[in-house]
């Protein structure tokens, strides 16, 4: 099985068919959207959210297709699947590791881009200070890239020689006793006498599909992003990490934020609702999703502390769908159910 499938496998896994497979389509594909975002966090999927932004729906059928002829999946309805007995053994034999154990796609999905356009230059630069040469045509061709690098260059004061050993050094280092194959980076890389590689190109010497070497490049780069942050031992690739904004509210939909931004005027959901000319349940579906989001965001405007003891009690008992706890909570509202286990990040289904 490849790892693709045996990630749709895991993540179909995850969500116990309380939603349609292509809610993992659009978690795999970093879709922003209010419900994608909830499924991320409360179906415990946040490392994969964005890691494969070009597989196709119909790629994502053919899998589905390839789980259900080899028993792994079961089609309940149309776009509902449960995992079989066999496709839970699978998972179980091969728990550790089924996927690459670096990904990390909710937080470092607006930086693994840029970060892997500066590491390419700085390298491409460095190889050709050392090699005095100095016609070459960046591979970064944009102005941002261009100043960065000039900072760069500009601030480490080392001589050409020594730059370069640091950085071999560092890089060296980040894939010392890792299970990572680091010609999945290296081929990649342009110098003074050689050129790197497209994605199509290394992944064809691979021998990989472009989607898998697109995930096992994504998890290289996801770990040096793991490693390089915050350490002292990584001095050049420190620098090359894009300033992180602490605003926690960078992750939600801009429907979510106009309507945070009416919340925090205070203005109530019927307010908002008659303001933004939106339904109730997509107002609801954004506090959901501010619960989520934002650590700091207070709940108990919508929910009395006393019902938030009672849902969550029901809920550590085991019971984790909406329609149990409505039951045994039935002061309880299904949004004030939805926001107490969205703010305590635990899955439940319809």
Request: proline residues 3%; hydrophobic residues 40%; positive net charge.
């Amino acid at each position: 099985m490849s790892v693709i499938q045996k990630l749709v496998l895991f993540c179909l896994k995850s969500i116990e068919n309380q939603r349609t497979a292509y809610a993992i389509l659009h978690l795999l594909n970093g879709k922003k959207s209010s419900q994608t975002i909830q499924d991320a966090h409360l179906f415990h999927l946040k490392q994969y959210f964005h890691v494969l932004p070009h597989l196709t729906r119909e790629e994502f059928n053919q899998i589905l297709d390839f789980l259900i002829e080899k028993n792994y999946v079961t089609c309940l309805n149309e776009g509902t699947y449960r995992i079989t007995e066999k496709g839970d053994i699978y998972i179980q034999v091969h728990a550790e590791p089924i996927l690459p154990i670096y990904l990390n796609g909710w937080s470092y999905n607006r930086m693994d881009k840029l970060f892997w356009e500066r590491l390419s230059l700085m390298v491409q630069v460095i190889s050709n200070l050392v090699a005095y040469n100095g016609r070459y045509l960046p591979i970064q061709n944009n102005k941002p890239h261009l100043d960065w690098i000039k900072n760069f260059i500009q601030r480490n004061r080392f001589n050409r020689y020594e730059l370069a050993t640091q950085l071999f050094k560092e890089l060296q280092h980040l894939f010392t006793n890792k299970k990572i194959d680091p010609l999945i980076l290296i081929l990649r890389l342009t110098g003074s006498k050689r050129i790197g590689l497209t994605a199509h190109q290394a992944a064809e010497q691979l021998q990989m599909s472009v989607l898998t070497y697109h995930l096992h490049f994504t998890n290289v780069i996801h770990m040096i992003l793991t490693e390089v942050k915050g350490k002292t031992s990584y001095p050049l690739l420190e620098q090359l990490l894009e300033t992180e904004e602490k605003n926690e509210w960078i992750h939600l939909t801009q429907s979510t934020r106009k309507t945070a931004i009416y919340l925090n005027q205070g203005y109530d959901i019927e307010d908002i609702i008659k303001i933004r000319q939106l339904k109730q349940g997509t107002i609801e579906d954004h506090i959901v999703e501010l619960a989520i989001i934002d650590s700091s965001f207070d709940i108990d405007i919508y929910v009395p502390p006393e019902v938030q003891r009672n849902i969550m009690k029901t809920s550590t008992n085991g019971i984790k769908q909406l329609k149990y706890i409505r039951q045994s909570v039935p002061e309880a509202s299904y949004f004030q159910i939805r926001l107490v286990l969205a703010k305590h990040k635990s899955a439940v289904s319809v």
